[in-house]
Nanobody
Framework: QVQLVESGGGSVQAGGSLRLSCTASGRTINGYNMGWFRQAPGKEREFVAADDWSGGRTVYGDSVKGRFTISRDNSKNTMYLQMSNLKPEDTAVYYC???????????WGQGTQVTVSS
């Protein structure tokens, strides 16, 4: 049974950058599609980005296109989300999950808080 743990969140000023990590244990992420979501207070969970297992396809939510980059290092069993030019509206708890591209998302991590101040 896979477990996902997010890390790398924190507080930054607008225009800054952060890199989130999602490390898996119990199963290799190689061969599995994965994705990032976020949820701000009082709002529904929002899709951020997804990466297919082969690395051939990545998709991004409209609000983060051109600013965020999803990647993975299968040797470290870790997926990343590089976030640049952060805006206050990016403030949320960020979650990673296995799934995407037609596969239901599951094995959600506990989330990591990102706070962007203006």
């Amino acid at each position: 049974q896979v477990q996902l743990v997010e890390s790398g969140g924190g507080s930054v000023q607008a225009g800054g950058s952060l890199r989130l990590s999602c490390t898996a244990s119990g199963r290799t992420i190689n061969g599995y599609n994965m994705g990032w979501f976020r949820q701000a207070p009082g709002k529904e969970r929002e899709f951020v980005a997804a990466d297919d297992w082969s690395g051939g396809r990545t998709v991004y939510g409209d609000s983060v296109k051109g600013r965020f980059t999803i990647s993975r290092d299968n040797s470290k069993n870790t997926m990343y989300l590089q976030m640049s030019n952060l805006k206050p509206e990016d403030t949320a708890v960020y979650y990673c999950a296995i799934g995407g591209f037609g596969t239901p998302y599951g094995a959600w991590g506990q989330g990591t808080q990102v706070t962007v101040s203006s």
